[in-house]
């Protein structure tokens, strides 16, 4: 069994910055890419940014610049650093990532989100 878990979300002016953090536990062999994917409200999901295990990564035009993603392989744990945040950002905030469990084939899993609003 793997579970993401999320934590760092919360409340935010315009133009501040959050930092969140999901690490992924439980009975791992291996983890490939990590990501970080939003769903605002009527809207689909949609990917924020992405890591592979060889630590390249991959931003939506909406974030280049603002938005860092990182990871502690070590740790199976995957971070995102969010600048200058926008009104239209709140939304809930997923984590994703391809593991490869202990006997088993490479799977997507996914955390249960954690809310970032951004409001004065």
């Known amino acids: 069994q793997v579970q993401l878990v999320e934590s760092g979300g919360g409340l935010v002016q315009p133009g501040g910055s959050l930092r969140l953090s999901c690490a992924a536990s439980?009975?791992?062999?291996?983890?490939?890419?990590m990501g970080w994917y939003r769903q605002p409200p009527g809207k689909e999901r949609e990917l924020v940014a992405s890591i592979s295990s060889s630590k390249i990564t991959n931003y939506a035009d909406s974030v280049k610049g603002r938005f860092t993603i990182s990871r502690d392989s070590a740790k199976n744990t995957v971070y995102l650093q969010m600048n200058s945040l926008k009104a239209e950002e709140t939304t809930i905030y997923f984590c994703?990532?391809?593991?490869?469990?202990?006997?088993?084939?490479?799977?997507?899993?996914w955390g249960q989100g954690t809310q970032v609003t951004v409001s004065s």
């Open positions: 439980g009975s791992i062999f291996r983890v490939y890419a």
């Open positions: 994703n990532a391809e593991v490869v469990p202990t006997g088993w084939i490479k799977t997507d899993y």
